[in-house]
């Protein structure tokens, strides 16, 4: 662990120049939609620094989150980032394995007490006492609590470890909660995201390092990536204004580009940086790519109704069962559950996979 | 409402090429009279498609062209209008990561910084021994 040096040592030590710094801070400061003025604050106080040690436990995920981090295959801006933080414990990247790994995950609480920054991606189960995860003989839940009672700070990374994710969607085997559900004694910072975004994820560690904790909106997600919805930075949004929308993925107002309410985008409801941060190193997002949003970055989104309905849909076609409930108001609830209940034991018995025909019809 | 099926986004512009003009021409103004200088991030604002382009046609190219090495590459052009300079940082796969109009005397990033020089004297110091 080489986490007594400060940030500016470890860069000058890896040949990185102090040019190639203020680059990083430019660009970081454009990405925390900071003055490009705040610059060289960021530079002159990340360099001065001690290299923060980053512990980074992985538990019910699919290692996305890590990969979009990762993406790179030579030096980049993104690489950087690993030279400011001594990543001392992950699970995909480190070379060693096995006890002398968890050796070194106790090595960093024991000397890096209070100071380290834990980072979580994955969910957590809780049900049949955790066995569901389990690393070296420990439940994820043991292992969560162990860690982050020494830790500075949390960063729950994807939504998975932020808010349950895909493991949590309905029926939830594992019983699978998110960090905050656990950890009620420390500052956690969500960056959600199915993965989230990497320069997203370098930027609120960046913006950590430098400021502190970040100003986080209700679901604890920083307002700096997450303060404005997609659809208020899509750049369709001339469209729905003007009331222009892609009736299906092939007619001619998907062809031109058109908005995609009606197809099922979430974008008024979901916020995240992809409109502007976009994927690929900066190539699309989604929407550009002509798929609507699915909402990655809010809670239950696999639960929150069918990616292909328009957000003002209902989530179940309750037509002709309200007609005859109306008329004793009382049972509509019942019966509502009756359908919900009898819909769900006919697909369980049946394991009908749903076609494109199927969705369209569906909206 | 009307509208046309030809609506495309091409037909979609912020107009934000004119007031950003307005603020160029402000803040070299203000460098001029006060000697303070002013940065504009271009990733910052919303631009259709074209506007971009459209703006940094209309700056154009003056005296001074430099190209960095700097983690990837980067561009500080001085433009037509002295003391209005284009920063262009670029990713090592070449696709552009930020992009600013300074106004000022020279861009920070072309300035020589003390840090990197200290370790440039260090290595001097090994050349002259090596060679002595």
Known sequence: MQADITIGEALREQGISRRSFLKFCATSATLMALPPTMAPVIAATLEKKRRPSVVWLSFQECTGCAESITRSDSSTL?????NVISLDYQHTLQACAGHFAEHIRE?????????????????????????????????NEQILK????????????????????????????????????????????NVPGCPPIPNVITGVLVQYLTFGLPELDPLGRP?????????????????????????????????????????????????????????????????????????????DFWDAGSFYSALSTPTDNIGETIIYA?????????????????????????????????????? | MNHCASDTLSDITTGNVLPLLHEIRHALQRWLDEGVPHIIDLRALPMATDEEDQLIDMLGAGEVHCNLSITGKSTALETCFPGVWLVTHYH???????????????????????ADARGGLDR?????????
């Not at chain 1, 303060?227 to 009736?247: E, M, T, V, W």
């Not at chain 1, 008329?327 to 009756?338: K, Y």
């Open chain 1, 78 to 82: 993104e690489d950087l980032i690993f």
């Open chain 1, 107 to 139: 090595q960093v609480i024991e000397q890096q007490d209070g100071k380290f920054i834990l980072i979580v991606d994955g969910s957590i189960p809780v049900k049949d006492g955790g066995v569901y995860s389990t690393i070296a003989g420990m439940t």
């Open chain 1, 146 to 189: 162990e860690t982050a009672q020494h830790a500075a700070a949390i960063v729950a990374v994807g939504t998975c470890a932020a808010y349950g994710g895909i493991p949590k969607a309905d029926p939830n085997p594992t019983g699978a909660v998110a960090v905050a559900d656990l950890i009620h004694d420390k500052p956690i910072v």
């Open chain 1, 223 to 299: 307002k700096a990536f997450y303060g404005q919805s997609i659809h208020d930075r899509c750049y369709r949004r001339p469209f729905y204004n003007k009331g222009l929308f892609a009736d299906s993925f092939d007619d001619e107002g998907a062809k031109q580009g058109w908005c995609l309410y009606k197809l099922g985008c979430k974008g008024p409801t979901t916020y995240n940086a992809c409109a502007t941060e976009k994927w690929n190193f900066g190539t699309s997002f989604p929407i550009q790519s002509g798929h609507p949003c699915l909402g990655c970055s809010e809670p």
């Open chain 1, 326 to 363: 109306a008329g004793a108001g009382v049972l509509a609830g019942a019966v509502l559950g009756g359908v919900h209940h009898a819909r769900k034991k006919s697909a369980q018995r049946h394991h009908q996979p749903v076609g494109i025909d199927d969705l369209e019809k569906e909206s």
């Open chain 2, 92 to 114: 090592s796969d070449e696709r552009i990561i930020g992009r600013y109009i300074e106004i000022c005397e020279i861009p920070a990033i072309l300035k020589s910084q003390q």
């Open chain 2, 124 to 132: 001097l110091d090994e050349l002259i021994t090596g060679n002595t």
